[in-house]
């Protein structure tokens, strides 16, 4: 009926359409006309109207003018313009990303309105990107300069299901909302470590968890995905839909086959556990590189345990120092798998280990830094000489750089037991493309911050010389491996070649399965892309 008033009241417009289809004369007539074959379910009169009043107007508009206006009109109150003075940017974690400015921003609450924004999208030739808890580090990675941001932020669902097996996960929340809801019925799932990072990209690139030793990483533990496709549909992605899309989104990441509006999260009873930071002093290097080296080796021996180790520059403390986080996912202390690190002194006032809940856990590692910050990563065979030798090398890199305004060079080295590599089989197995046959592994991964755009290349050089050089000492001890963690690695690396050639084989062939005409290729700005 809408339908049809709209094909006689606005009539004329049919005529303004041209075989041009970009121009905003196509673009309107088919919002006009068909509204349902763009993914909008009906028009009010009183939208169509406003469309039509658009319509005369957008003549000189580019395509994000024009997608943002017919958003703002068929998605009102949800879709703001940068260009209102009363635009209020949202926050990421690195400054380099809030840098850039949309042409507006959609902060959509349904996976339908997902839908209407890409088909809009689309149908304008409008670039977009898509932020669940922007903590990507690099400019572009979940924001965009003069395109439309589908901000998640609002779609923070956190639904324990009756049977207590899973868990309805909206991508728009950080960890910290889902362990609040979660802990308060007794129960968890397989997440970040740190309150403010999303639950969308730190789950669809893989997920180093706490609780990685017993199930594997966040990907591994999604039962289904909720997911809006290139072509606007909506479908479930698991074992039994879509399996190849299922086993893609386990660690083929955001930005390539689709944006995900739901995740139904494997769920499984958790209590208060033991754990939190411990501050150490840099003499103490070799012997906790020993420490968290062996736990590596000998983690299968105990699922419940999860360590890594981090070294960072904080001139607050009056230099570099050394951080630990072992935890274990019961409420006992000291464990003895542990029994080597608990023999290392940290500093006074400096253990903060104890017995907590995942939400005080959580919110005790957030970060609130808005600085500029980059992130790479490498993996090595797991090798206490190696990461010694490391460090040293952190330290040269850094140390000439310690007087750039707000220098914060980190970095860690986190665990690829085998226990955890195992765990990575279940459900059919993941994207990642990791054997045990090559591990026991240990990722160390970059975190630098810094202050101004005027330092970018010295940070840079310094970071690439400190991973080449390590690299070079692996490669030469046969201690290097090809895998490039992709929530860690900086936007130049070649993270789906570190896959694989059959996993990445595959994942190309997945991509183009659900993305035939390569939208996402063309309009997706956002992380590591298979095009
Ligand atoms: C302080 C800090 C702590 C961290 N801790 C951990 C940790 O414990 N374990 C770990 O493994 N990693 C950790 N990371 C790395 C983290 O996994 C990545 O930074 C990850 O990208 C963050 O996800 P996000 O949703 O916040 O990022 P965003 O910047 O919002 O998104 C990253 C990418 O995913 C895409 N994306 C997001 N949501 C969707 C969706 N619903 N559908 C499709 N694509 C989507 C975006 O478009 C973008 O391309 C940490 C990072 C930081 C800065
Ligand atoms: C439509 O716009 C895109 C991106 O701006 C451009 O690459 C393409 O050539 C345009 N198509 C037509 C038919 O003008
Ligand atoms: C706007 O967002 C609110 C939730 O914040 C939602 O209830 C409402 O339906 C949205 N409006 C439209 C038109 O999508
Ligand atoms: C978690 O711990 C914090 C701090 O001790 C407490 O305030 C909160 O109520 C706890 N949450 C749950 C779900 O137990
Ligand atoms: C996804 O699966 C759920 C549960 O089986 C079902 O209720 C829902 O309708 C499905 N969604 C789609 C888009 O098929
Ligand atoms: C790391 O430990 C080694 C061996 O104890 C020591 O020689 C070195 O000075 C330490 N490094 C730093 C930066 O303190
Ligand atoms: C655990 O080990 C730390 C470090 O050695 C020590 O300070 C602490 O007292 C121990 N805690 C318990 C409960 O044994
Ligand atoms: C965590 O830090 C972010 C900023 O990065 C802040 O917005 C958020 O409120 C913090 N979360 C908690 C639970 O403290
Ligand atoms: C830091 O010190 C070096 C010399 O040690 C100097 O060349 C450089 O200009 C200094 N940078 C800043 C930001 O002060
Ligand atoms: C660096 O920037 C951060 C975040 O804006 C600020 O808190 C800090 O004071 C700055 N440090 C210096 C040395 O300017
Ligand atoms: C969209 O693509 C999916 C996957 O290729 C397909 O199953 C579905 O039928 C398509 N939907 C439409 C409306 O073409």
Redesign the pocket.
């Known amino acids: 009926m809408k339908l049809h008033f709209l094909a006689l009241a606005f009539g004329p417009v049919a005529t303004l359409a041209t075989t041009n289809t970009n121009s905003s004369a196509s673009v309107m007539s088919r919002v006009l006309f068909n509204p349902a074959s763009v993914g909008i379910p009906s028009l009010s009169s009183a939208e169509a109207a406003q469309l039509q009043a658009l319509n005369h107007q957008s003549g000189g508009w580019n395509s994000c003018q024009l997608a943002c206006s017919i958003l703002s009109i068929i998605i009102p109150f949800n879709v703001s313009l940068s260009s209102s003075p009363t635009y209020t940017p949202i926050p990421y974690w690195s ?1 380099q990303q809030a840098a850039l400015i949309p042409t507006c921003r959609a902060d959509v609450s349904y996976a339908t309105e997902i839908s209407t924004v890409l088909q809009i999208a689309k149908l304008t030739s409008c670039p977009f990107t898509v932020k669940s808890g922007g903590h990507a580090a690099f400019a572009g990675g979940s924001s965009i300069q003069d395109g439309i941001l589908i901000n998640l932020a609002k779609m923070n669902e956190v639904t324990l299901s009756k049977d207590r097996q899973t868990t309805r996960v909206g991508p728009g929340n950080v960890w910290s909302g889902v362990y609040k809801v979660l802990g308060s019925l007794g129960v968890s799932v397989v997440g970040g470590r740190e309150a403010g990072v999303g639950v969308g990209g730190l789950t669809l690139g893989g997920g180093i968890s706490y609780f990685s030793g017993r199930y594997g990483w966040a990907c591994d533990n999604v039962a289904n995905y909720e997911i809006v496709l290139a072509n606007g549909s909506i479908v479930n992605a698991s074992r039994s839909s879509h399996p190849d899309l299922y086993w893609a989104l386990r660690g083929g990441g955001g930005s390539n086959f689709g944006i995900v509006s739901a995740f139904d999260l494997m769920t499984f009873d958790q209590g208060p556990l033991w754990g939190g930071s411990r501050i150490y002093e840099m003499k103490y290097n070799a012997s906790l590189a020993d420490a968290f080296s062996n736990f590596v080796t000998n983690a299968p021996n105990d699922d419940f345990a999860h360590l890594y180790l981090a070294f960072a520059y904080v001139p607050t403390f009056g230099g570099f120092l050394t951080i630990t986080g072992p935890t274990y996912g019961k409420p006992i202390a000291n464990a003895s798998i542990f029994a080597e690190l608990d023999r290392i002194p940290p500093v006074d006032g400096g253990d903060f280990t104890g017995v907590q809940n995942m939400t005080a856990l959580s919110i005790a590692l957030n970060q609130t ?3 500029r910050e980059t992130f790479k990563t490498v993996t090595f065979k797991n090798d206490a000489t190696l990461i010694k030798d490391v460090i040293q090398i952190f330290v040269e890199e850094a140390a000439p750089l310690l007087n750039i ?2 220098f914060a060079p980190a970095f860690a080295v986190q665990p690829l037991s085998l226990n955890i590599i195992e765990k990575m089989a279940m459900n059919g197995g993941n994207a990642l493309g990791l054997s045990t046959d090559e591990g026991p592994l240990t990722i160390m991964n970059l975190n630098w911050g810094w ?1 101004l755009t005027s330092d970018d290349d010295a940070v840079y050089a310094a970071i690439d010389r400190f991973v080449s050089r390590s690299v070079e000492l692996a490669r030469k001890r046969g201690l290097d491996n090809r895998f490039i963690y992709m929530n860690y690695a900086s936007r130049e690396q070649d993270v789906f070649s570190g896959y694989g050639e059959n996993s990445e084989r595959r994942l190309r062939g997945v991509r183009r399965m659900y993305d035939e005409e390569n939208v996402f290729g063309e309009l997706w700005r956002g992380y590591f892309r298979l095009d």
Do not use: D, K, P, V
């Open positions: 400054a830094t808005f600085s305004s707000g202050n």
